[in-house]
């Protein structure tokens, strides 16, 4: 039985595995199926039938440490969130005078449906059978950002509004296969514009982390989003645009080996983490990552471009630091058996938060001497009370692990640099 619980997620796995080639990233998997030893048996048994590649990520996974703590709490009784009863021809307008969000907000998510899903969709509003509640976020009220429910508009876009969907697998009205929106009869039409939804509305006076646990809790519509990708959706304008940019740069994508995929946007969370940890004060951060993350994209959304551009060249610079010091090494775990680790989110913040405070002076003398600065650092993962810190999240675990990478430089600074 509890195989059957799974399914639905491993069709949306082998969707998204066929838009990337057949192949599919571990991460993903772990992130959307439970990881008991008996399910991700079945679920690799299920992929590995349907001729799909799982690939394993050069990134460390998560420590639940980072996610037990929670988020912050926020006071209920500012959730506010009203009711409407829309029509769908409503829902179109907003699509033809482009007042929702579909592009940048969920790149990936469009389209999931097969042409037969979309068309049942659609026969279902002709049987006046009620559709599952719909959820925007209104903090833009000419913008609205698609919560849940983003393949059935995008069925009605396809069909209604683009005439680009052709009715199939049609089942009581077997008439209407192979038609067009623009081919049905007129009063079929006016059913389908004058057909009521049920919508939840988020109000701009939500707070942003109440928002950010609502998209968590109410997404519902295929894959379960990560973190980053809620943050995506939420956080439009600037923050959103300026973390691609720096996730695309060829400088982070060569010190990380191009190890980070972007399947999940999992690359723009680590170029967040560095903004985050280099440039949003630290006593802002209270112990839960997701917060300060989200701290941090609101923040970039109020900076001035000016600023952005001078985050950009030192972040450019930092990296290619890191990649002259650590080399093919940067931001792993580095042990004696000169085996290459994953690369690991803590490591990366602190690396880069430690090596942007050092002089040009500095960042030469440890490029001159990277290999001592390697059997350093060798020691340094080989201490049991650095390795834990490195998998907690607690705001005592983060400054232990960046004072002790400082320290360790600071040391080889003064030793060769007299």
Known sequence: MIHKTIDNDLIDLELIAKQQGGKLDLSTIILTIPNSEEELKYVFTYLSEKGIEIIHSDTEPDNIEQYESGMQPFDPAKIQIRMMQLTIHSINERIRHEELEFNSAFQRMPGLWSDKQKSQLIESVLLRIPLPAFYFDAFDDNKWIIIDGLQRISSFMEFMVNNKLALTGMEFFTDLNGMFFKDLPRSLQRTLEESNINAYIVDPTTPYNAKFNIFKRINTGGLTLTSQEIRNALYQGKATEFINKLAKTEIFKTVTCHSIPDLRMLDREYCL???????????????????????????????????????????????????????????????????????????????????????????????????????????????????????????????????????MLKNIIHLYGG
């Open 273 to 407: 983490r560095y903004v985050a940890f280099n440039y949003m004060p630290l006593e802002m951060y209270k112990g839960v990552t997701d917060d300060f993350l989200n701290y941090t994209m609101n923040e970039l959304n109020k900076t001035p471009n000016n600023e952005l551009i001078k985050i950009e060249h030192v972040f450019y610079d930092v990296l290619k630091d890191c990649h002259a010091i650590l080399g093919d090494n940067a931001f792993r775990k580095m042990a004696q058996d000169g085996r290459r680790r994953p690369i690991n989110k803590t490591l990366f913040e602190g690396w880069t938060n430690c090596i942007s405070k050092l002089s040009t002076v500095e960042v030469n003398i440890l490029i001159k001497n990277n290999d001592f600065v390697k059997q350093c650092f060798v020691a340094l993962c080989e201490q049991p009370d650095f390795i834990n810190a490195l998998k907690a999240s607690d705001k005592k675990s983060l400054y232990y692990r960046m004072n002790e990478i400082s320290i």
